[in-house]
């Protein structure tokens, strides 16, 4: 896929003239290998080659993109004229056609190795499903008119899907998602995690309504502070954490980043989408509010790091990548000590904010009530709910002391724009949900 | 391209000879945004390609961004086994090339005329904070190995837009995603906006427990939008009575023969009527489910993307009643209870365990007057008693985008349980 940089930072030269305008050409090649599995067996095969590039301009008073879907150099000049002829500048010269030299050799995406691993898997553990297993490759590169061009990779993996369980009272159907960026452990991770997710269980009685206070385990405080603290903090977000820099909104013990250099976890990345190395950043930094997440366009300050396209045909905007809580002194029977009487919950499948009002909700399939400090019976599903700054000021000073990466955090979608995220947090415990019981 | 697409049809038919299909897309858009005195466009110019083949009897897609990238597509699904599934019964028919206008112009600039609407609609308090309008069009092409070659063309213009409403230190927005079929209809758009920006800042719970219930439009055609499962082909749940699914007076159409002759995979589109007079009735199938149902298909091959292989959906999916009132009417007859402005949250249906529950913002309503606003409330109960209280449909039908257009008036329920 890759393009001349210098040959395209000289075309984009014009359009970047004042050192306050920003122009670049993004170009994207994107692999996707699909199975769809049904009962041990794949039920359908589909595979998606695509290619796309586009030409941005911004500058005083608005930005511009024009996208093509096509990765090569005529594609690039295309976009970049569309660009030159929008903003009123003359556009590159028309040349003819040339017949693209043939794509090189390209990494297989394996899909093969992954069928014969997860069908034996399924056997095992879950023989009654219905899933779907996606590989993705993405290449990227960034070409800007200014400054240094960068290219960057990543192959994820993710599963998703439902299957029969037994439990006590029966067969149960369970939902299962697993996003993690390949590499040598991940089929372990997965084998754990879907061991794990299959394990017979209590039937569940339907959760109480009102208030009371969880225990969020296993990783899945990241899907809080990723709806609380890394939407609201998205350069430009209108949020009730506007205005608030260095407040002590929590207790010292919480630390909270977005730290997209971890590659273990789903929304890593070494360049962001506008060719900047990414940088951790403090969102909570011994309770206080420390950080944005900004790009070039998005301030305040320089760019960390966090430009983020669902696509080439989309401009870059501020996003979270990995939302990672720091670990606190607590093991897990002292979380259970301090609970004393509650949730515990362990999996959140879902989870919204709205910004403007700060109010945000969490859904949970199931969770363990704690009774006297132990472990009790088993409800769900249910809806948590609450305020930005009202959680924030409720959360329990002992955190957990094991950090788990939450691998059903995996896809974001925000104003319509999806990117992938990730997020590993130790177990926390927030004081006063407001828990309402579904179905 | 003619060339190109040669190709690729003599490799499907060496792949699975008869049982290929190709599908092309080129589309078009100009998208405008304005947030923060700042306008953003995006020019997009975009080309699809996809394959569904059933090579040695087993169903494959594969899709591309060029004839090239498609190619390569087609050996990665050739790469896994999958199991057999019998081929559908493909689709014959011709259709003259259709083309789109050239090209294509930047859409309105509406930024200002909405942002005075929702201010004055909300009286002062709600101001419109991004705006984004799209125009576009697009080419569809389908050919298979039965000869059927149809080609499609369509345009539109939708967006979304995004109030925030402000009561002292309190502030709600409102998202609000919007497809109009002709002129930009900005009232009603901006009276959705104010509403759902305001009416949760009034700190008013529901007055009433149980009631009649009115729904917007916009809120009844969520809700339609949310019983679709019911009408795609697959098992019925276990409560489901098809003589008396809904009310007597309530019919549930889908007819998309204004859109597109053609669905995406080359089968005629037709007028279906799911639900008839009260009384389930057809279901809606692509080649596949219709294949495996053993019935003809309806023409409800869907692609949202060339991207993904065609899956049986709604087209235009909408209510129709023989007995219409006027939502004054429909209002008058209300004795107790809540109506419907605007949904705060996606409508969840649980169609396993026959439940639904819509929570809302919306006004009190009292011997058919209005009593003041109710900032929060959600309804909940069984979908099976909720669809057979169904007990007025007026005469003010409109289209929301689910993406699908979906169809709904404003509609009564005889009696819904609140909190």
Redesign the interface.
């Known amino acids: 896929m890759e393009l001349d940089p210098t040959a395209v930072a000289h075309w984009l030269e014009p359009l970047a003239k004042r050192p306050e305008e920003i122009a670049e050409l993004f170009a994207e090649r994107w692999r996707e290998a699909a199975t769809e599995w049904h009962d041990g067996e794949v039920r359908e095969a589909r595979a998606t080659v695509a290619e796309g590039v586009s030409a941005r301009w911004r500058g005083r008073g608005g930005e511009r993109l024009a996208f093509l879907s096509r990765g090569d150099e005529e594609g690039a000049r295309e976009a970049i004229r569309a660009l030159q002829k929008d903003i009123g500048l003359s556009p590159l010269p028309v040349k003819p056609s040339r017949a693209r030299p043939a794509a090189g050799e390209v990494a297989s995406l394996d899909v093969e190795r992954w069928v014969r691993r997860l069908t034996a898997l399924f056997a095992r553990h879950a023989p009654r499903h219905h899933f779907r297993c996606t590989l993705r490759d993405f290449a990227r590169q960034v070409i800007p008119a200014r400054g240094t061009a960068s290219t960057f990779a990543r192959r994820l993996l993710s599963l998703e899907g439902t299957f029969t369980a037994a439990s006590r009272r029966g067969d149960e159907k369970r939902e299962f998602s697993f996003h993690a960026p390949v590499g040598e452990s991940t089929f372990e991770e997965l084998r754990v995690a879907l061991n794990h997710a299959t394990q017979p269980r209590e039937a569940a009685t339907p959760c109480g309504d009102g208030q009371t206070d969880a225990v969020l385990g296993g990783g899945c405080a990241a899907m809080l502070f990723h709806e609380i603290l890394s939407h609201p903090l998205e350069a430009g977000a209108e949020s009730p954490l506007n205005g608030l820099e260095q407040a002590r909104l929590a207790a010292a013990e919480l630390e909270v980043r977005d730290d997209a250099t971890r590659l273990d976890l789903f929304g890593g990345f070494e360049r962001d989408d506008e060719g900047t190395v990414p940088r951790p950043v403090k969102l909570l930094d011994a309770g206080r509010l420390s950080g944005r997440l900004t790009d070039r366009a998005h301030g305040p300050g320089p760019s960390n790091g966090h430009a983020r396209r669902a696509g080439p045909e989309d401009a870059p905007l501020p996003r979270g990548s990995n939302i990672v809580v720091g670990p606190g002194h607590s093991a897990s029977e002292e979380m259970t000590r301090r609970l004393a009487s509650g949730l515990w919950i362990d999996q959140i499948d879902g989870g919204s904010v709205e910004l403007a009002s700060g109010r945000f909700r969490l859904r949970f399939p199931r969770a363990r009530r704690v009774r006297r400090s132990r472990m009790a019976d088993e409800c769900g599903p249910g809806v948590l709910s609450g305020e930005i700054l009202a959680v924030l000021g409720s959360i329990d000073p002992g955190i957990g002391r094991e950090v788990r990466a939450y691998r059903a955090l995996g896809w974001c979608a925000h104003g319509g724009h999806v990117v992938p995220v990730g997020g590993a947090a130790p177990d926390v415990l927030v004081r006063r949900f407001s828990v309402r019981r579904l179905w | 391209m003619s060339e190109e697409r040669g190709r690729l049809r003599e490799r499907l038919e060496q792949r699975a000879p008869g049982q290929w299909e190709l599908y092309e897309k080129s589309a078009e858009s100009v998208e405008r945004e304005t947030a ?13 390609w996809a394959a569904r083949f059933w090579e040695q009897g ?9 004839p ?3 190619e ?3 050996s ?8 057999g ?1 019998t081929p559908p019964e493909w689709p014959v028919a011709t259709s003259a090339p259709r083309k789109t206008q050239n090209r294509v112009e930047a859409p309105p600039d509406l930024q200002e005329e909405l942002q005075r609407r929702v201010s004055a609609d909300s009286r002062g308090a709600a101001r419109l ?1 991004r705006l984004s309008v799209r125009r576009g069009a697009s080419e569809e092409r389908i050919v298979n190995g039965r000869g059927l070659d149809v080609s499609l063309a369509g345009s539109l213009l939708d967006g ?1 837009a995004l109030a ?1 409403g402000r009561q002292g230190s ?4 409102a998202r609000v995603v919007f497809r109009w079929e002709g002129e930009p209809d900005l009232e009603s758009l901006a009276r959705r906006l104010a509403d759902r920006a305001t009416l ?1 800042l009034s700190d008013r719970g529901t007055p009433v427990e149980r009631g009649e219930w009115l729904l917007e439009p916009s809120v009844a055609a969520a809700l339609l939008a949310g019983l679709a499962p019911l009408f795609r082909a697959g098992p019925l749940p276990k409560w489901v009575h098809r003589a008396d699914l809904f009310s007597p007076g309530v019919t549930v159409v889908d007819d998309a023969s204004a859109d597109a002759v053609y669905d995406g995979e080359g089968t005629a589109t037709r007028r279906v009527a799911l639900v008839l007079e009260g009384t389930l009735g057809a279901r809606l199938h692509d080649l596949r489910s219709a294949r495996r149902a053993g019935v003809p298909p309806t023409g409800h091959g869907v692609r949202p993307s060339y ?1 993904l ?1 065609p899956a049986p959906g709604p087209r235009r999916l909408f209510f129709e009643t023989s007995t219409p009132a006027s939502s004054r009417d429909l209002l008058a007859s209300v004795r107790r209870g809540l109506f419907a402005s605007a949904l705060t ?1 996606p409508p ?1 249906l ?1 169609f396993e ?1 026959d ?1 639904y ?1 819509l929570e809302f913002t919306g006004i009190a309503v009292v011997g058919g007057r209005a009593m003041g606003p109710v900032a929060g409330a959600r309804a909940q109960g069984r979908i099976s008693q909720l669809l057979r209280r169904i007990a007025g449909l007026s005469t003010d039908r409109q289209f929301f985008p689910m993406p699908y257009p979906a169809g709904a008036p404003t509609l009564l329920i005889e009696r819904a349980d609140f909190d």
């Open positions: 923060a005195g700042e306008v953003v466009t995006a020019a997009r110019r975009e080309v699809g087993a169903p494959r897609f594969a899709c591309g961004s060029s090239e990238n498609l390569r597509a087609l990665e699904a050739s790469r896994v086994e999958t199991s599934e904070h979304c925030i309190r502030a709600c927005e949760p991207r292989p949250a969840l649980d365990r439940r529950e």
